[in-house]
Nanobody, 123 residues
Framework: QEHLVQSGGGLAQAGGSLRLSCATSGLIFKLITMAWYRQTPGNQRELVAGIGRGDSTKYADSVKGRFIISRDGANNTLYLQMNSLRPEDTAVYYC?????????????????WGQGTQVTVSS
């Protein structure tokens, strides 16, 4: 696993906000395509949001209008701003860098995963 360092997350009440960060090296950040996934116990990781060339974005239907994916090239950091949080957003969140968009779907890069960050939303 290459070096992607996640921060942020934690505990929030329903309706609240949290921001996740994923910092990496400039070399890895140049891979352009990036995404956030989440995983709950017993389930596969699911795509939450992706960002590609020209800062084009893709969101899971469940988070559209609530979450915002963005990046800062000066700091080589990917972000996920999570607003209007719901208990069903509770999961471990992972960043991924260097994947591929195919027919509008993001295929993750197996080498570049963050370590995961727990997000817990209470009702």
């Amino acid at each position: 696993q290459e070096h992607l360092v996640q921060s942020g997350g934690g505990l929030a009440q329903a309706g609240g906000s949290l921001r996740l960060s994923c910092a990496t090296s400039g070399l890895i950040f140049k891979l352009i395509t990036m995404a956030w996934y989440r995983q709950t116990p017993g389930n596969q990781r699911e795509l939450v949001a992706g960002i590609g060339r020209g800062d084009s974005t893709k969101y899971a239907d469940s988070v559209k209008g609530r979450f915002i994916i963005s990046r800062d090239g000066a700091n080589n950091t990917l972000y996920l701003q999570m607003n209007s949080l719901r208990p069903e957003d509770t999961a471990v969140y992972y960043c991924n860098i260097g994947g591929t968009f195919v027919a509008g779907n993001y295929i993750p890069n197996s080498r570049f995963w963050g370590q995961g960050t727990q997000v817990t939303v209470s009702s």
